[in-house]
């Protein structure tokens, strides 16, 4: 699956959930699905969350 395919399908679930249970559900299911997508990018180790909040913080590692 390609970035197109899964923004899709990501945009889909989430007008499902904003119809479903109004703005609450389409809230909660943004939130979970930012957590999940910060949870898999540690796990599969393309997201160093060490350099992520060094750089929010204006310092740079190297």
Same mark, same amino acid.
Request: zero cysteines; glycine letters at 24%.
């Given at each position: 699956? !390609?970035?197109?395919? /899964?923004? +899709?399908?990501?945009?889909?679930i989430l007008a499902f959930f904003?119809?479903?249970?109004?703005?609450?559900?389409?809230?909660? +299911?943004? /939130?979970?699905?930012a957590i999940g997508a910060i949870?898999?990018?540690? $796990? @599969?180790?393309?997201? !160093?969350?060490?350099?992520? $909040?060094?750089?929010?913080?204006?310092? @740079?590692?190297?």
């Open positions: 699956m !390609n970035g197109y395919t /899964l923004g +899709a399908l990501a945009g889909l904003g119809l479903a249970f109004g703005i609450g559900g389409f809230l909660i +299911a943004l /939130l979970l699905g949870v898999g990018g540690v $796990v @599969s180790g393309r997201l !160093n969350l060490r350099a992520a $909040v060094d750089a929010a913080q204006g310092r @740079s590692r190297g």
